[in-house]
């Protein structure tokens, strides 16, 4: 699908961007207990891949 949105810098980013790699589109609330808990286990191997 042809998702796109602001990145924290206020730049626009589309998933057609990253065409042919590995992506994950995480969605989560501030109230969703359970995504805040999960969201260090999905920024460490972010930031390991750079």
């Given at each position: 699908?042809?998702?796109?949105?602001?990145?924290?810098?206020g730049?626009?980013?589309?998933?057609?961007?990253?065409?042919g790699?590995?992506?994950?589109?995480?969605?989560?609330?501030?109230?969703?207990?359970?995504?805040?808990?999960?969201?260090?286990?999905?920024?460490?191997?972010?930031?390991?891949?750079?």
């Open positions: 699908p042809d998702i796109s949105g602001p990145t924290l810098a730049d626009e980013v589309s998933l057609g961007d990253f065409a790699k590995v992506v994950v589109v995480n969605t989560w609330g501030s109230w969703c207990t359970e995504c805040r808990a999960e969201a260090d286990d999905l920024s460490s191997p972010a930031s390991a891949a750079g």
